[in-house]
Nanobody, 124 residues
Framework: VQLQACGGGLVQPGGSLRLSCAFG????????IGWFRQAPLNEREVVAS????????WYADSVKGRFTISKDNAKATVFLQMNNAKPRDTAVYYC??????????????????WGQGTQLTVSS
């Protein structure tokens, strides 16, 4: 496994947290990286995605204005800065990589490799 998400935990409503995903195994050849989440009894959904050179960024409507995706290619790490967290953000968060270029935004099922998730709980 070459993807590892981390940084989850417990945060109060309105609080902030930053998730990280190391993608070292794919740093030399990938098209895009995405963040996803899955809450209990819900389907997994795309939260945000970013292309390798950063010219394409996409956010789910539910997180626009609150979450920011960024990456550091030198460190082979992608981040998800989460501000103004809400209880509905509670989920297991995953990162995944898409190797070959396809249409944008990339559907969830088109991502090639997935990392293990990290739990985020938003609660007072």
């Amino acid at each position: 496994v070459q993807l590892q998400a981390c940084g989850g935990g417990l945060v109060q409503p309105g609080g902030s947290l930053r998730l990280s995903c190391a993608f070292g195994g794919y740093s030399s050849d990938y098209y895009a990286i995405g963040w996803f989440r899955q809450a209990p009894l819900n389907e997994r959904e795309v939260v945000a995605s970013i292309s390798r050179n950063g010219d394409k960024i996409w956010y789910a409507d539910s997180v626009k204005g609150r979450f920011t995706i960024s990456k550091d290619n030198a460190k082979a790490t992608v981040f998800l800065q989460m501000n103004n967290a809400k209880p509905r953000d509670t989920a297991v968060y995953y990162c995944a990589v898409k190797i070959q270029e396809i249409r944008w935004p990339i559907p969830l099922w088109q991502y090639d490799y997935w990392g293990q998730g990290t739990q985020l709980t938003v609660s007072s």
